[in-house]
């Protein structure tokens, strides 16, 4: 599975964005898709993700301000982001994995996802 993702950009507190992620390959081999973001210094964390049963799970820190989506015709995933705060500032990764997705929010989750995108940078300016 190959993962290319668009939409970052820079934007002031209170704004929204939305993030694309375009599969390819044999994307059925995959059962948790989504999204995680690094900022400077920190850890890679879990932000949203979707499973092939077509259950959404957020990280606690954006639920009710992102919204995970997907379609399938286009083999695409969006992340769209409201109300973004200067702490969503980061760099936003497609993943896809075998894993559950309840798993990719616990404690250095990234370091068992399979597939990564090359990133999309999120900047959000007070």
């Known amino acids: 599975v190959q993962l290319v993702e668009s939409g970052g950009d820079s934007v002031e507190s209170g704004g929204s964005l939305r993030l694309s992620c375009v599969a390819s390959?044999?994307?059925?081999?995959?059962?948790?898709i989504g999204w995680f973001r690094q900022a400077p210094g920190k850890e890679r964390e879990g932000v949203a993700s979707?499973?092939?049963?077509?259950?959404?799970s957020y990280a606690d820190s954006v639920k009710g301000r992102f919204t995970i989506s997907q379609d399938n015709a286009k083999n695409t995933i969006y992340l769209q982001m409201n109300s973004l705060k200067p702490e969503d500032t980061a760099m936003y990764y497609c993943?896809?994995?075998?894993?559950?997705?309840?798993?990719?929010?616990?404690?250095?989750?990234?370091?068992?996802?399979?597939?990564w995108g090359q990133g999309t940078l999120v900047t959000v300016s007070s």
């Open positions: 993943a896809a994995d075998l894993t559950l997705c309840p798993a990719w929010y616990e404690r250095q989750a990234y370091r068992y996802i399979s597939v």
């Open positions: 390959g044999n994307t059925e081999r995959t059962y948790c």
């Open positions: 979707i499973d092939s049963e077509g259950s959404y």
